[in-house]
């Protein structure tokens, strides 16, 4: 088995939202809404740094409120992400 070099692997999704393959409904999936809403906010705080740095954003409080929340669900995404490959990982070492 050849496992293929890394530079031929493409991102799964870029910008935007992620695309609910598989998804059986409107909200049947409660991950993947999870992630929209964090790729929702971090938008959110981008589009304020942004009007923050053009000056069309005066209350710097609005920018750093936004740009908390994204960065503690960003941090929660990554920390749910470490517990699933640790799990795999577990599953990965049982003994059969």
């Known amino acids: 088995m050849v496992i293929p070099p890394v530079s031929s692997i493409q991102p799964v999704a870029t910008t935007g939202t992620v695309d ?3 998804a059986t409904g409107g909200s049947s999936n409660g991950f993947l809404d999870g ?4 790729q ?3 938008d959110n705080a981008d589009k304020l ?3 923050l740095a053009d000056g069309t954003l005066t209350d ?3 920018y750093m409120a936004a740009a908390t929340k994204a960065e503690l669900a960003l941090q929660m995404t990554v920390a749910m992400r470490d517990k ?3 799990a795999y990982q577990e599953i990965m070492r049982m003994q059969v």
């Open 40 to 42: 929702a906010s971090l």
């Open 60 to 62: 710097v409080h609005t």
């Open 84 to 86: 699933a490959v640790e």
């Open 49 to 51: 740094a942004g009007q």
């Open 35 to 38: 992630l929209n809403e964090v």
């Open 20 to 22: 609910k393959v598989g």
